[in-house]
């Protein structure tokens, strides 16, 4: 099923296949991230494991007042916070319900510290995307994805990135993520990188891994 204009959605590259939808607006406050929940259309998450939502400008009481919206979703899925470095800096854990909310770190590439992913409240990261095209470019940024994949999969994180768009890498290069983004959701074509197997640490189980 493709995905309403105001959501994009993602699958697991696992089999069977796991579906997952991100919010396209970005909500800059806490009344804005109210406003795109509640604009939500049920049967269009139906088939979705979680629901993923960028958050764009917020810190002090608006970040907390955001973190108790996302707490009171009436989704009925879980709801993961997209959220980059500086935010995660400003971000309380204290105040989440992580039985239904959970954290993905944004715009991962090879310059985000492995200190960052060591958060308990982050359940997920997720590749920039010039960071991985780069990687299937230049052998030393691949080895650098290749540290970061497997720092996340040791730490039980889930992971998503693009699928391939370059249609003649330079290096015979094999990245697979967790989720990638459908084809029909976006810009990007499907990727042609033949999954790897499935790691074997534990994952937390809240994205359905």
Request: hydrophobic fraction near 40%; include cysteine.
């Amino acid at each position: 099923m493709k995905a309403p204009k105001s959501l994009r959605r993602w699958t697991s590259t696992a089999t069977p296949t796991t579906q997952a939808v991100e919010l396209e607006s970005v909500p800059n406050s806490s009344s804005e991230l109210e406003a795109a929940l509640a604009a939500v259309a049920l049967p269009d998450i139906s088939e979705a494991a979680f629901v993923l939502v960028r958050l764009g400008v917020a810190e002090g009481q608006d970040l907390r007042k955001s973190i108790v919206v996302a707490n009171r979703s009436q989704l009925g899925r879980r709801l993961c916070l997209v959220i980059d470095r500086a935010t995660l800096r400003l971000f309380d854990p204290e105040f989440l319900d992580d039985e239904r909310v959970g954290i993905v770190l944004d715009d991962v590439d090879e310059h985000t510290p492995p200190s960052a992913f060591v958060e308990h409240s982050i359940e997920a990261i997720r590749l920039h995307s010039d960071f991985v095209y780069r990687a299937e470019r230049d052998l030393r940024v691949g080895c650098v994805l290749d540290s970061v994949l497997s720092l996340a999969a040791n730490l039980g994180l889930c992971t998503l990135g693009p699928p391939s768009a370059i249609r003649q890498p330079s290096l015979d290069v094999r990245h697979t993520f967790d989720f990638v983004v459908a084809p029909s959701s976006g810009t990007l074509g499907p990727s042609r990188r033949p999954a790897r197997p499935a790691p074997t640490a534990a994952r937390s189980g809240h994205l359905g891994l």
